[in-house]
């Protein structure tokens, strides 16, 4: 079994930033691309950004130039640092990790940005 599990979420005034963290566990030999993404009510899960193993990143483009993601290849644990939040950022963020062939999904954790 493998789980994936999210933490670092919260309540952020616009403007500020938030630090999100992700780490998988159980039968791991290798996660490859490990990658974030978010949902609010009524709209599908869009993908926030992505990292392989060899650290090749992708973002979405609502967030270039605010978000970087990174990861601990020893830890299988991802991290997205997300500056300058705008309301448009509030979303359930989920972690999302590929291991062979499947794919997997934490819980998601819930970031709010006032203004």
């Known amino acids: 079994q493998v789980q994936v599990v999210e933490s670092g979420g919260g309540l952020v005034q616009a403007g500020g930033s938030l630090r999100l963290s992700c780490a998988a566990s159980?039968?791991?030999?290798?996660?490859?691309?490990m990658g974030w993404y978010r949902q609010t009510p009524g709209k599908k899960r869009e993908l926030v950004a992505a990292i392989t193993r060899g650290g090749s990143t992708n973002y979405g483009d609502s967030v270039k130039g605010r978000f970087t993601i990174s990861r601990d290849n020893a830890k299988n644990t991802v991290f997205l640092q997300m500056n300058s939040l705008k309301p448009e950022d509030t979303a359930v963020y989920y972690c999302?990790?590929?291991?062979?062939?499947?794919?997997?999904w934490g819980q998601g954790t819930q970031v709010t940005v006032s203004s």
């Open positions: 159980g039968s791991i030999l290798t996660v490859n691309t």
């Open positions: 999302n990790a590929h291991i062979f062939s499947a794919e997997y």
